[in-house]
């Protein structure tokens, strides 16, 4: 049976919705690893791994502007509707902190090759770091779990694993500007360390950024800045 003018344009939208979001998929997973090889490279001092994450970050940068202009066509050939366009709209919300958390995992790689690393103080604040990494990464993939399979019933573990890296940071940022007040000639790698910190709390707020835009996806509902945003 062959199939009609409206049929083969359904189709056709279809087949460019799924690759959109295979696309996203994709990125996603980049995203995820360059922020655990980033991490790694500056715990470890693993100036390899750190050069190959600025390196991939083109990568991320290539895919958010394929999925954009993917979106753009879809919008000009298909003009979609309903849940169909909060699909579109949600996923360039979400591509968007995708490439930032990108940019937060290649700032972090720079740290690994600067010059002025200390031993002494990684050591001396690796639990705090990495109870913050941990706390990072769990709510970056809590967040893509939420986008990939739109349960948005996950936005209440984002809220609650923003709530621990906030902590964690507030705790490892305390922490290191007591070691100066102590050690003024940890200065330059102390900041590097609080710099760290930064991206990966920075990280969590774009983690939050991507649950809220899948709760857009499903409900059609922006809870951005308002009274059911998620707040850590």
């Known amino acids: 049976m062959e199939l009609n003018s409206s049929q083969h344009i359904s189709q056709r939208f279809d087949q460019e919705l799924d690759e959109m979001r295979g696309r996203v998929v994709v990125m996603c997973d980049r995203v995820s690893k360059q922020l655990s090889q980033a991490v790694t490279a500056y715990m470890n001092r693993d100036e390899i791994t750190a050069d190959c994450v600025i390196q991939n970050d083109q990568e991320i940068n290539e895919l958010q502007m394929k999925v954009d202009e993917e979106c753009s066509l879809i919008i000009a050939r298909h003009q979609p509707t309903a849940s169909d366009l909060r699909l579109v709209i949600g996923v360039t919300r979400i591509i968007s902190d995708l490439e930032r958390i990108g940019d937060q995992a290649k700032k972090i790689a720079k740290k690994a090759i600067a010059h002025h690393y200390s031993p002494a103080l990684a ?65 330059r790698s102390a900041i590097d360390m609080m710099w760290v910190a930064h991206s990966l709390e920075r990280i969590g707020d774009h983690s939050r950024n991507i649950c809220e835009a899948a709760v857009y996806i499903v409900r059609g509902k922006d809870i951005r800045h308002s009274e059911e945003q998620i707040e850590g």
């Open 123 to 187: 050591q001396q604040h690796s639990a705090p770091l990495s109870e913050l990494t941990t706390e990072t990464e769990r709510a970056l993939m809590t967040a893509i779990d939420t986008f990939t399979s739109l349960e948005i019933e996950n936005r209440d573990q984002i809220a609650a694993h923003d709530r621990k890296v906030d902590r964690a940071f507030s705790a490892l940022m305390e922490a290191i500007t007591s070691t100066l007040q102590d050690n003024q000639r940890e200065i």
